[in-house]
């Protein structure tokens, strides 16, 4: 009789168990839902957020963007969206430790976030200080490279009427 209470019990132990289990991967499927991460690029000028997979979920332009061509507003949309793809895997990682703690599904799901996301993008350049810039000159940088020979001037086109009709604009005929 005793050996079957030490069975039931540990039924009970595994069901209860199991269910706590179920409860913390339900906690973290729903914070996985949730997660919404917003990178950023040229300068701030550009913003894209990720949600849940890394899908992007918005895009989101400064008026810095009027500064910049089509390629470089492309190029910065693409950085903005890897660098918030890229701390996806850490957002995992946390939810992962916080809900259902390390076990073998656990890193299993980090992971594979981590072989499915890029790595960070290489950090944008510092930008220019704002004004002017000065720049000073050598007799060696005149030598090395000529001024630019001057624009020809456009050419209008020759009606050949310079005149104005002969009529003259200061008195009236």
Do not use: C
Request: proline share 10%.
């Amino acid at each position: 009789m005793a050996e079957l209470d030490d069975m039931a019990r540990m039924v009970d132990d595994w069901e209860r168990d199991a269910k706590a289990k179920a409860a913390r991967y339900q906690r973290m499927q729903q914070e996985v839902e949730g997660i919404s991460i917003t990178g950023s690029a040229a300068n701030g000028a550009v913003r894209v957020t990720v949600g849940a997979n890394g899908i992007p979920t918005g895009v989101a332009m400064t008026d810095g963007v009027r500064k910049l061509s089509p390629d470089e507003i492309a190029a910065a949309v693409l950085t903005a969206m890897q660098q918030a793809q890229s701390r996806y895997p850490q957002r995992i990682r946390e939810i992962v430790a916080e809900t259902v703690g390390d076990d073998e599904t656990s890193r299993h799901i980090v992971a594979t976030a981590e072989e499915n996301f890029p790595p960070p993008p290489e950090e944008e350049p510092a930008p220019e200080a704002p004004g002017r810039q000065l720049r000073i000159e050598t007799e060696a940088d005149e030598q090395q490279a000529p001024p630019p020979p001057p624009r020809p001037r456009p050419k209008r086109p020759d009606d050949g009427d310079d005149d104005f009709g002969n009529q003259t604009f200061l008195r009236r005929d």
